[in-house]
């Protein structure tokens, strides 16, 4: 399939190109260039001046902060930030719990929550996994009971996020224990500077601090910042994690990472010899590439065929199964080409002017959790089964 874009959509390509030349700060280029991870001062500094574009949430409507951009150019948008390379707008407001509060939130919830989620004046972090129930996500025990015209939220999440750069979570809690699991389950908007809340880091394998637990002991949530019905969290959770996974395909950060590969191997010499000479490499480069055209082709046709059901789980898990296998084979790739060089420093937060180098092994290991966070590759193809496959 030979994918062909208007001259409507190759004038908007363009037009992105151009604007993140202009504006995107070149410190910021090449951080993540090199393979760090942005900063949360990064990407507050980006998504605001792709708010004042319009496009930080570019398929939302104008009234909450979106620009009502189409599909095709909503996904131009995030693969041209993904090549520049730039920091992606936070994906816990703009592609979870956005797309949630525009379909279940209420009036007051979207005029409230909307635009500071575009603007990034709040950051929200997600609040589902708990101990015992990752996977198996409707066996969570974390309760909110209601009293009067609040909750009192009691229990722990883990695997939290950036919880300790969030204003707010998004969390599921149980709002009855006398039901069907998933019935029993409820969405609810939790500000964390509330009184009660303890938030703990876990450090990663990369050493870096991305995760933590979350407590909660008595605390009080107005009753207003349930999303939906009480009792019908289970329909918002399944709709987030669609969304979610299907902005997980990464289809412009594999490319992204892909030409990185390409060019260091022309700057690598490994026993007096560049590395781009190495027929294996050169082989596998190539191979990577067409696997990425394919996941590219296989992401429009998901998004612009009328015939395929976007309400069926089965298409986005084929997007981010082969999406994120794709990512980790690559950065291994990237790691290997590093050589001892790449163990000689590690990257972490706050040393940015280490070895050109440093950052490839860290973000190696970082990026064996894509095939887990999101859901499992084997819940993936458990769901391929179910609804694909029948």
Request: aromatic share 8%; proline share 4%.
């Amino acid at each position: 399939m030979e994918l062909r874009l208007s001259s409507s959509q190759s004038s908007f390509r363009e037009e992105v190109r151009a604007f993140i030349k202009t504006n995107l700060p070149n410190e910021i280029r090449e951080r993540l260039r090199r393979g760090h991870p942005p900063r949360k001062s990064d990407v507050v500094t980006w998504q605001k001046i792709l708010h004042q574009k319009g496009w930080a949430a570019p398929n939302w409507p104008i009234e909450f902060g979106g620009a009502g951009l189409g599909i095709e150019e909503r996904l131009i948008l995030l693969q041209e930030i993904y090549h520049a390379p730039a920091p992606l707008p936070l994906v816990l407001n703009i592609n979870m719990l956005g797309p949630v509060l525009l379909r279940f939130g209420t009036q007051e919830q979207k005029q409230e929550f909307l635009p500071k989620l575009a603007s990034l004046d709040l950051w929200f972090c997600q609040g589902f996994s708990e101990p015992g129930a990752g996977s198996d996500l409707a066996s969570l025990r974390t309760s909110a009971k209601l009293d009067g015209d609040h909750y009192v939220v009691n229990g722990q999440k883990i695997w939290t996020s950036g919880a300790q750069h969030a204003d707010w979570t998004f969390a599921l809690v149980r709002t009855d224990s006398s039901t069907k699991m998933q019935q029993g389950i409820s969405m609810i908007l939790i500000n964390l500077r509330s009184e009660g809340i303890k938030i703990r880091p876990i450090i990663s394998i990369d050493g870096a601090h991305h995760l933590n637990e979350v407590f909660f002991e008595d605390v009080i949530v107005p009753a207003k910042n349930i999303v939906g019905e009480e009792g019908r969290g289970w329909d918002c959770a399944k709709y987030l994690l669609s969304c979610e996974r299907a902005a997980i395909a990464n289809v412009g950060l594999c490319e992204e990472r892909l030409s990185y590969l390409q060019e260091l191997s022309e700057e690598i010499f490994q026993a007096g010899r560049s590395i781009k000479d190495d027929m294996n490499l050169r082989l596998t480069i190539a191979r990577l590439g067409a696997e990425i055209r394919a996941l590219d082709l296989t992401n429009w046709r998901f998004l612009l065929n009328p015939d395929i059901d976007k309400e069926n789980p089965g298409y986005a898990s084929i997007l981010k199964l082969k999406g994120t296998e794709l990512l980790q084979e690559i950065t291994a790739l990237l790691a290997r080409v590093s050589g001892l060089t790449g163990l000689e420093r590690r990257s972490t937060e706050g040393q940015d002017e280490l070895h050109p180098l440093a950052a490839l092994v860290p973000r190696y290991l970082y990026y064996r959790a894509a095939t887990i966070y999101g859901g499992t590759s084997e819940v993936q193809k458990n769901i391929l089964a179910k609804t694909i496959l029948g």
